[in-house]
């Protein structure tokens, strides 16, 4: 299959930016904009329990991707008290399960940027089957660069996701 991406920029080389110390807040950071998961201003569970909440993306370009958030509000992986942290570990590898039952998928990826908001949560994104260009790294930059489908197709591949949690 060929694909021309004709939305692209053309790459420019650029320098590495000035170092901003210290850095400004993320979201729910004191003296940063609120928190969307708190004020609600995310998408809608498709999935929760007592720890977690499990959201659809908005403009994405891979349905079955979804991003896992912990109920508390706490910022990194050292932040999270043992029990949730043991949790976690449970609550992921069902997320995976559940992805990989779309089928199609080669493998699930697991992100934890932390840079835009100081709460709790992970990214967890399929590599089309046979996508092997995409495979560790690149997967997320083609994610970005390959156009969006619908949010409403994402977020139903997230219901189905959260069916077979
Ligand atoms: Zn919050």
């Known amino acids: 299959m060929s ?9 420019v080389p650029r320098d ?6 210290p850095e400004p807040p993320r979201r729910g950071e004191e003296g940063g904009p609120p928190c969307r998961i708190c004020s609600g201003e995310t998408t809608s569970a498709v999935w929760s ?26 910022d990194s992986f050292c932040d999270l008290p043992d029990e949730l942290a043991a949790d976690f570990g449970r609550v ?3 997320v995976e399960r559940a992805i990989l039952a779309l089928g199609g998928v ?15 949560h992970v990214w967890f994104i399929p590599r089309p089957l046979g996508m092997l260009e995409a495979s560790g ?8 660069a390959l156009p969006n489908v619908a949010d409403e197709e994402l977020a139903a591949a997230a219901k189905r996701v959260a069916a077979a949690m």
């Open 92 to 94: 992921a590898a069902r």
């Open 137 to 144: 790294m690149m997967l997320p930059l083609w994610e970005d």
């Open 16 to 21: 590495p930016g000035e170092r901003r110390i």
């Open 106 to 120: 080669g493998r699930v990826h697991v992100y934890r940027w932390g840079d835009g908001g100081a709460h709790f």
């Open 49 to 74: 329990d007592e720890n977690w909440t499990l959201h659809p993306p908005i403009g994405g370009s891979l349905p079955g991707a979804v991003w896992l958030a912990s109920r508390a509000h706490v």
């Open 3 to 11: 694909m021309t991406l004709p939305y692209l920029e053309p790459l």
